[in-house]
């Protein structure tokens, strides 16, 4: 492959909205400095991880696992349905919303209460409803979980309550949380500070803080779920924006939850930023077409690949594979494609025609016509010899006659 020209590399970071008080810092040295057990570091726009310690050993999640209960209640569940609270879910203990036996309150709520308040009664009576029965939606838990790729995954419960065979680790809920962050509704309760949800027992409504104090303390972060147990420690998924680019960092086992959380997004917005390199639509380089009324065809990427790349380091340059074409040749057909190469990831992008390219008339004619001269030449050429071989029989056959008479 060769490598592709310089006009195909861009070297710009992706614009977007700037986050308050949240710039990056000039490049940092080393890795960040966090007391977490495990944890990693993922941008949300590629998926690459950034940063990573221990990242691929299963821990207990405790209520980051409620991330998942949250993304099978907006993907399976109708948010606007009304949920009747069972015994089972009214008898959960710990963090929760005082849930009743017999009380109805939306999934929605259900959903918000979990999500902000850890709700261990919210997250039961929403699996109820959104599986059927609690045993069901544990089977969509880790259906969906192998659909997401999270192989050290398993759930035994939609909360997080300790048990042995509920497990996970700092990558998959990184991965986790990254499809659920693409759900708007998911978002805008993750990012809210405080909210005010129905409570139709009593002369009040249910007023909730979320418990992520990254939200309070810092202008740029906007998510994603705490949690605690005694086996797991204090566990946290943080999401941040700076100039329309978010990160997700998971630190699991911590001394410092909400520290460390800030200290592995900071580090990544001081080390990295976005990248595009390759743009979107016409290219300057041109594909060689034979048997065509034009030599050569203007070509195309079909879409723009951007990438996370450390501040003090040189881009990928893409490489092209575009051999020559043959006529004819319509617009958007593919002809090659670009290669990336890049930390363990091969990308390979399309090039598609912008311009269609008839045959050439001497290909028409050598394609269609000069093969039906050679069929009838070869026929006529049969023929003769035909017509020769029996025409010398005959005379063979007269000379024999003659010399008998003699």
């Known amino acids: 492959m060769a490598c592709l020209a310089a006009s195909w590399f861009v070297s710009e970071a992706a614009a977007g909205?700037?986050?308050?008080?949240?710039?990056?810092?000039?490049?940092?040295?080393?890795d960040p400095v966090v007391s977490a057990k495990a944890a990693i570091l993922i941008d949300d726009t590629?998926?690459?991880?950034?940063?990573?310690?221990?990242?691929?050993?299963?821990?207990?999640?405790?209520?980051?696992?409620?991330i998942m209960t949250a993304l099978l209640c907006v993907e399976k569940g109708d948010l606007d349905q009304s949920v009747t609270v069972s015994a089972r879910a009214a008898a959960v203990g710990e963090a929760t919303l005082n849930l009743e036996q017999g009380?109805?309150?939306?999934?929605?709520?259900?959903?918000?209460?979990?999500l902000m308040n850890s709700a261990n009664d919210a997250a039961v009576a929403a699996a109820e409803a959104v599986g059927g029965d609690y045993d069901s939606f544990i089977e969509m838990m880790n259906a969906r979980a192998r659909e997401l790729g999270l192989k050290d995954t398993h759930f035994t419960n939609p909360h997080g309550l300790?048990?042995?065979?509920?497990?996970?680790?700092?990558?998959?809920?990184?991965?986790?949380?990254?499809?659920?962050?693409?759900?708007?509704?998911?978002?805008?309760?993750?990012d809210t500070e405080e909210a005010v949800i129905p409570w139709p027992s009593k002369p009040w409504d249910r007023k909730l803080v979320n418990r992520n104090q990254l939200l309070?303390?810092?202008?740029?972060?906007?998510?994603?779920?705490?949690?605690y147990t005694k086996q797991a420690g204090r566990c946290l998924v943080a999401s941040a924006t700076v100039d329309g680019w978010r990160l997700i960092g998971v630190c699991l086992g911590c001394k410092d939850t909400f520290g460390d959380g800030r200290a592995l997004l900071e580090w990544?917005?001081?080390?990295?930023?976005l990248v595009k390199v390759v743009r979107k639509g016409p290219a300057q380089i041109s594909c060689t077409v034979n048997k065509g009324r034009q030599k050569s065809v203007p070509v195309a990427a079909t879409e723009e690949l951007v990438l996370t790349v450390k501040r003090d380091a040189k881009p990928p340059k893409p490489d092209i594979d575009l051999p020559p074409a043959?006529?004819?040749i319509e617009v958007g057909q593919e002809l090659g494609y670009l290669w990336v190469a890049y930390r363990d990831n091969e990308y390979r992008i399309p090039l598609v025609a912008t311009a269609a390219v008839d045959k050439s008339m001497w290909a028409e004619l050598v394609d269609n016509y000069v093969p039906a001269a050679l069929l009838l030449l070869l026929l006529a050429s049969s023929v003769g010899v035909l017509v020769y071989g029996a025409a010398a029989k005959i005379a063979g056959a007269r000379r024999y006659r003659l010399a008998q008479r003699k």
């Open 103 to 114: 009380e109805k309150i939306k999934l929605r709520h259900l959903l918000i209460g979990m």
């Open 268 to 273: 990544g917005f001081e080390n990295y930023h």
């Open 216 to 227: 309070a303390q810092w202008p740029a972060a906007d998510g994603v779920k705490t949690g």
């Open 17 to 30: 909205e700037k986050a308050a008080d949240a710039q990056p810092k000039p490049t940092a040295s080393g």
């Open 46 to 66: 590629t998926g690459l991880t950034l940063y990573e310690s221990n990242a691929h050993q299963r821990r207990y999640p405790a209520s980051i696992g409620k």
């Open 326 to 328: 043959e006529a004819p």
């Open 162 to 190: 300790h048990n042995e065979d509920h497990y996970s680790t700092a990558y998959d809920l990184a991965h986790l949380a990254r499809a659920a962050m693409a759900v708007e509704d998911i978002q805008n309760i993750v």
